[in-house]
Every structure is written in C-alpha cells, then in structure tokens.
C-alpha cells in the first residue's frame, strides 16, 4: 500500500496549485480569444456535455455561468445522440464539452452532432490531438499535464479553473478575476488534515455529501471519490432536497460532509446540516458552523465561486486517506480504467 508521499493520486492532486498558476498564462489567449466569439453570437443557452468527473466539473461551470453570465445552462446525455440517435436543435447556442482524454466515441458523436446543428462547440480536454479537440470549432487545453491515477482530481480542479476564467473575461468581473489569481496560493494550503472524520468514513457503508450552488458539482465528484477510491456507496444531495424526501434514508451515526459557502446559500445548508443531526448523522462541516458537528478546517477563498474548488482539493487529501485506511490502493482501484469509452 503506498503512503502519502508515494501515492501517485495524492502527488498529482497537489500539482493543481502549480498546473492552476501556469494555465492563467496559457489559457489567457484562448480565453480572450473565446470569450469574442460569444459575444458576437450571444447563445440564448449553453449545453454541456461530458461523464464522470468531467460531469461534475461541467455541473460547477453550470453555476457559475449562470450567477455569472446569466444565461441558463443544460446537460445533455450524450446517449440523446449515440444511443437514440436523436440529434440536439443546439443552433445559435454555446455546446461545451468535457473530457480529460477527449477520446469517448458518445462524447464525440454528440459533439459531432451538436456542430452540424449549428452550435458553437467548445471542447475542454487534457489531451491537444484527441477526437474530441480535433472536432471542436474552439479547443482549450486543460492544462493538468499528465495524469496517471485512476481518480482523476488535478483534471478536475483545472477544468473548474479554466471555466472560471472564461466566466471572468465575460462579464470582466474584477472580484473573479482577483479570486483567480489567488486561487493557487490557497491551494497550497488546501492540504489540510481532514483526519477527524476518518473514523466515522472508515467504518461507514453509506455516506451523504449535502451542497448547494456552486457546492452542488464538487459534493458529486466527492460522493464519485469515496465511490472510486473508497469503495465507499455515497451519494451527493442538494440542501434544498433533504427535505424532499432524502431524509427518511438516513439512519443514526451516518457520515456526511457538509460543504457550506460564504454566500446566499449559507442559512439553507447549515439549516439541512442541523436537519441531518436531529436525525442521528455524523455531521462534518467545511466553512459551515453547526453546534454539535465537526468542523473541517478548509482554507477560506473569500469569493463563493473559487471555494468549492479549495474545498474539492483538501477533500482529495482525505479520500486518499480513507482509501488506505480502508485498505485499498488509491491508484488502482478495482475494475476501473483511465481512459473510459462509452456508447
């Protein structure tokens, strides 16, 4: 089993900061350059598009586009086009599309047809050659380098920063922007030791992730992680839907993680964080206080669009942790692959 230094997973989740700090310099000019071609086409919406982590990252890029721009986002299921064969009527809207290896046959086939629908497609990849970017009308690297372990996380985190940016040079948001250029210092310091919740994690058979916003996209790759890494069943849920339901699954003594933000959202997470504990769970809080519950010491960004980002790479740290305490290899987890092609 590999430890802290060894761990492929954990070494390349740290690389964010640096990876993050380089691509405010190679991405400006695609950046500004994309940022153009909206603007003369002024989309009525945007679509994403993509799997897994990438879905996620896409989920986070879908609010903060639109608290940002303002225009309303979509996800389409890539299998409205690979598996149904229906074509998308995209014309005039912006098609963003996610994927580190850009090489999934569905994602290029949706791209494909999104492009002969008469959108404007933009493909975010970690991989300059692959059939996703060579398709795109606009290809914008991600900038991670390299990355070997199966879980993805320093992809995941340069794909939130790279849509951030664009949200920026859009609106020309001094705050973001000032945000952004933070953002790696903050990083440097996400590394803080989430170790109080590895008890409860270690021995649980079910954990929740409660965010909201922006949160919404960084609580799904954490419940994808604990899943992948963990082998831990976990699922991600919106404070605004405990209430809705999701509650009666909670029994005593389950974990969750408690994303809360310096921001509108606030008061209606901390109110599913004290719901959750009436109810028996063991609440941990990152950035959301909660008397009873355990706090996550998480470094504070300032800006309600960068946090979940700080918030995703120290929960990276623990979930290498937990995979270990758990007794797996965090690098190699079972049954699963880099590189994913799907239909």
């Known amino acids: 089993m590999t430890d802290d230094i060894s761990s492929i997973m954990a070494r390349e989740a740290r690389e964010a900061a640096h990876r993050i700090a380089c691509q405010a310099r190679s991405a400006a000019d695609p950046i500004a350059d994309l940022a153009a071609r ?29 608290i940002g721009v303002g225009t309303p986002v979509a996800s389409l299921g890539p299998s409205i086009v690979s598996v149904y064969g229906k074509p998308p009527r995209v014309r005039g809207m912006v098609y963003l599309t996610i994927s580190q290896s850009g090489q999934s046959p569905d994602l290029v086939e949706a791209a494909r047809a999104a492009k002969a629908g008469g959108a404007l497609v933009v493909a975010l990849c970690n991989t300059a050659g692959s059939p996703l970017a060579m398709l795109a009308d606009v290809f914008i690297d991600i900038g991670a380098g390299p990355e070997q372990a199966v879980a993805a996380t320093k992809s995941v985190l340069c794909t939130q920063s790279l849509i951030l940016r664009l949200v920026a040079e859009l609106t020309g948001d001094a705050a973001l922007r000032g945000a952004l250029a933070e953002l790696p210092g903050q990083l ?3 590394g803080q030791d989430w170790g109080s919740a590895l008890d409860a994690f270690g021995d649980a058979r079910f954990a929740l992730v409660i965010a909201r916003g922006p949160g919404l996209g960084a609580g799904c790759e954490m419940a994808l992680k604990l899943k992948e890494t963990a082998r831990l069943q976990a699922e991600c849920i919106s404070a605004a839907e405990v209430h809705h339901g999701p ?17 509108p959202a606030a008061a209606s997470i901390a109110q599913a964080g004290e719901a959750l504990m009436a109810m028996g769970a063991r609440v941990f809080t990152s950035l959301c206080d909660i008397p009873g519950a355990t706090p996550l010491p998480t470094t504070h960004t300032g800006h309600v669009l960068t946090q979940p980002i700080v918030q995703t790479a120290a929960f990276y740290g623990f979930a290498e942790k937990l995979a270990r305490a758990r007794g797996f290899d965090p690098d190699n987890p079972p049954s699963l692959r880099k590189v994913t092609l799907t239909l």
């Open 188 to 190: 440097e310091q996400a």
């Open 247 to 263: 509650k009666a699954a909670i029994s005593r003594g389950t974990p969750a993680i408690l994303l809360g933000e310096d921001g």
């Open 38 to 66: 909206i603007r003369a086409l002024d989309p009525p919406a945007m679509i994403t598009c993509a799997r897994g982590s990438s879905d996620h990252a896409a989920l986070f890029g879908k609010y903060s586009w639109e």
